[in-house]
């Protein structure tokens, strides 16, 4: 099984419905990301949290919100979703007290049309 | 302004063409540079971390250098399969330490 999980994988989605992509963790890592990806653009930060009560905006959070539901578990929401956020989102963790790499997710390809 | 710039931003070599990969920075305190690989449609995958000036570390054709200013992704004798997009990220003191990444070199290696 897989360290850091996302689901779903792939989901088409309307312009103004809601959407939630989870994400959940089996590294025992405190820190959490979710990172967007677009062409010629590479990863850029959405929202990160070091632990449960500590949840940060990245820097495009702007249309989107974030969870951490547990120490495992942190999922992202897109309130009404929009054409331009169709993108690869990307969820990591890494262990904030050894500073050492991140470990990705597969990712999930979001289509709003 | 990018903090972290990769270069070039596409590469393609003959298998066997030896070649380097770049990534500059232009931030101070610097607490780690890592490189990861990505394959199309995939997750990155972690390859090294280097955390001072001097530091190079190895894994079969690949090899990451460190200066005070930039680091390098040697691949030496590449071959297709080493085929994907290399990303360079930095963690910074005075950013927590969350990784920031550039924008990738995408390698394609013809046999």
């Known amino acids: 099984d897989a360290d850091v999980t996302q689901t779903p994988r792939n989901r088409i989605t309307k312009t103004g419905k809601r959407i939630m992509l989870e994400c959940s963790q089996t590294k025992g890592h405190d820190r959490m990301y979710w990172y967007r990806q677009d062409p010629g653009l590479g990863l850029r930060l959405i929202y990160y949290?070091?632990?449960?009560?500590?949840?940060n905006k990245g820097e495009i959070s702007d249309g989107y919100s974030v969870s951490r539901q547990a120490q495992a578990k942190f999922s992202l929401s897109l309130e009404s979703a929009i054409p331009n956020q169709t993108a690869l989102y990307f969820c990591a963790t890494s262990d904030g007290d050894r500073n050492t790499e991140a470990f990705f997710g597969q990712g999930t390809r979001l289509t709003v049309v | 302004e990018d903090q972290v710039t990769q270069s070039p931003e596409a590469l393609r070599l003959q298998e066997g063409e030896s070649s380097s990969l770049n990534c500059s920075y232009t931030?101070?305190?610097?607490?780690?540079l890592f490189w990861y690989r990505q394959d199309p449609g995939k997750g990155p995958e972690f390859l090294f971390t280097?955390?001072?000036a001097g530091e190079e570390k190895e894994k079969e054709r690949l090899k990451a250098t460190l200066t005070k200013k930039e680091s390098f992704l040697h691949i030496t004798a590449p071959k297709p399969e080493d085929s994907a997009t290399y990303l360079c990220?930095?963690?910074?003191?005075?950013?927590?330490?969350?990784?920031?990444f550039g924008r990738g070199t995408s390698l394609i290696v013809h046999p």
């Open positions: 949290s070091f632990d449960v009560k500590d949840i």
């Open positions: 990220a930095v963690a910074l003191s005075g950013g927590s330490y969350i990784p920031t």
């Open positions: 280097l955390y001072s």
């Open positions: 931030v101070s305190g610097l607490r780690g």
